[in-house]
Structure formats: C-alpha cells, structure tokens
C-alpha cells in the first residue's frame, strides 16, 4: 500500500470501496442498549470494549451515545 499512500487509496485505486463503517449509528445504538438490557443498567465502554472506540469517535464521548440511546451516563 506505500505505492499508494495508504491502504484506502489502493483500494480505491482497484475500483473498490473503503470499509469506512463497518456499523452504523443505529447499529452502535442497537449494541448499547442490547447491553444495557442484558446487564440491568447502563454499560460501561468496558462492557462493549470490542466496539468503544468505535462508538466515541462516531458520537464524540461514550456518554454522548449512552444519551444518544436513551440512557442516563454512569458516574
């Protein structure tokens, strides 16, 4: 990928699309609150660790989407 500058503009370059988004908004709000039920209470982003960091950078703070999905943050 170096010829290209990165991994998105050699995949670009083939006539393809870059996986941007593996999920959508919707989907990171399905997880939070199929989590939520399933825990009782609000998660933590360590009870959806495998996809935290995807859901900051898409709402900006993990208690920005846990108000997104219609919870109350944790303390």
């Known amino acids: 990928y170096k ?3 990165s991994w998105n503009n050699a ?3 083939a006539g393809l699309t870059p996986n941007r988004n593996k999920y959508t908004d ?3 709000i399905d997880m939070i609150n199929r989590k939520a039920k399933e825990l009782g209470k609000t998660p ?3 009870d959806l660790s495998s996809v935290a960091s995807t859901i900051v950078k898409r709402f900006g703070s993990w208690n ?3 108000i997104k999905a219609g919870l109350t943050p944790n303390r």
């Open 44 to 46: 933590f982003r360590e």
């Open 26 to 28: 919707e989907d990171l």
């Open 3 to 5: 010829r290209f500058g």
């Open 64 to 66: 920005n989407a846990i």
């Open 11 to 13: 995949i670009i370059k």
